[in-house]
């Protein structure tokens, strides 16, 4: 599903070379739930804006499905973004000035879809994820477990078969974290392939694979006790 070969990012300050990743080799198969977990400056962050094809590499290599993404422009990126990811940030990233149904069907419109088919897509997953009675709720008319399961059926619409999630639980309680875990572990077995960025020990302790990033190298791969 995703290859990376000695992926490095420089980052140019003035006289001084910033290096974000340093290069990193890792092969994801698809079906895979994984963490990649790492102190705040570690590289996490730019790993996973690579994986995302939110950026780009200063060297190495990205395949995503045998594809090679990592030398093709933005205008390329932005349609294997729409068609192959589905992003899950930390401050899930909804219009407020849209209703949950809506802001579902933002993504559809950009990939050219009707009307018809882009509601139809979206009462679907709204209702996978258990908000079939909150369609026409605004943001701040939702709690914000609501609100991160509003952002997973946006990310789910198009049906990308990789979801990346930031941070899903970093800003919600307890019971709604574990409510995102779950959603997000059912959708992995139903075959989606599901990478979390995460600090969180517990939120690693419950994927198979944990990914662990230290100065911007992969210094640990495997499974944690």
């Known amino acids: 599903m995703i290859k990376l070969k000695n992926i490095s990012k420089y980052y140019q300050t003035g006289s001084i070379t910033i290096t974000a990743l340093d290069r990193v080799t890792l092969d994801i198969s698809a079906g895979e739930m994984l963490a990649i977990i790492g102190p705040s400056g570690s590289g996490k962050s730019t790993l996973m ?27 390329d990126l932005a349609e294997i973004r729409n068609q192959k990811i589905g992003f899950v940030f930390q401050n899930f ?25 882009r509601r139809k897509m979206s009462l679907q997953v709204l209702g996978m994820v258990g908000l079939s009675d909150r369609l026409h709720h605004k943001p701040a008319e939702l709690s914000g477990g609501q609100q991160q399961r509003v952002a997973i059926a946006r990310a789910l619409a198009g ?14 309680d307890s ?38 990033i230290q100065d911007g190298q992969i210094v640990f791969s495997g499974e944690v006790a």
């Not at 780009?56 to 205008?75: A, F, I, N, R």
């Not at 709604?176 to 392939?193: A, Q």
Request: aromatic letters at 2%; charged letters at 30%.
């Open 159 to 172: 049906n990308p078969p990789v979801i990346l999630a930031d941070e899903p639980t970093g800003n919600l």
């Open 49 to 75: 804006n690579m994986l995302g094809c939110l950026d780009v590499p200063s060297e190495g290599q990205y395949h995503l499905e045998g594809k090679e993404v990592s030398k093709l422009q933005e205008d």
């Open 175 to 212: 019971r709604s974290g574990e409510e995102v875990m779950e959603i997000l572990k059912e959708l992995n077995r139903k075959g989606k392939t599901i990478i979390l960025i995460t600090h969180d020990p517990e939120i690693a302790k419950q994927v198979r694979r944990v990914i662990r």
């Open 93 to 117: 990233n909804l219009l407020n000035s849209l209703t949950a149904l809506e802001n579902v069907e933002l993504p559809l419109i950009y990939r050219g879809l009707g009307a018809g088919e």
